[in-house]
């Protein structure tokens, strides 16, 4: 069984920053690309970060140059360093990940975690 458990969120000021951890565990073979989402009250959710298994990134304009995803391949987990953050940051944030189960099988399998909140004052 496949666990995606995210960690690191909390109450912040305006223009300070957080660090999120999200660690994918179980039996797995593979990760492929690893996202953040994140949801705030009344909206969709929105993807906030994309990181792929070859090293691509990629972050809409709302947080481009402000957050920064990262992943540690040999620990399984992938971080999203929030800096410089604002009241319209708050919001739910989710763990995504891409898993290939076994090496015979190619097929990959989402999984979400259950997400950590981040709350920036003003």
């Known amino acids: 069984q496949v666990q995606v458990l995210e960690s690191g969120g909390g109450m912040v000021q305006a223009g300070g920053s957080l660090r999120l951890s999200c660690v994918v565990s179980?039996?797995?073979?593979?990760?492929?690309?690893m996202n953040w989402y994140r949801q705030a009250p009344g909206k969709q959710r929105e993807l906030v970060a994309t990181?792929?298994?070859?090293?691509?990134?990629n972050y809409p304009d709302s947080v481009k140059g402000r957050f920064a995803i990262s992943r540690d391949n040999a620990k399984n987990t992938v971080y999203l360093q929030m800096n410089g953050l604002k009241p319209e940051d708050t919001a739910v944030y989710y763990c995504?990940?891409?898993?290939?189960?076994?090496?015979?099988?190619?097929?990959?399998?989402?999984?979400w975690g259950q997400g950590t909140q981040v709350t920036v004052s003003s």
């Open positions: 179980g039996n797995i073979f593979s990760i492929g690309n």
């Open positions: 995504y990940a891409i898993v290939q189960l076994e090496s015979r099988r190619p097929n990959m399998y989402q999984y």
């Open positions: 990181l792929t298994s070859g090293g691509s990134t």
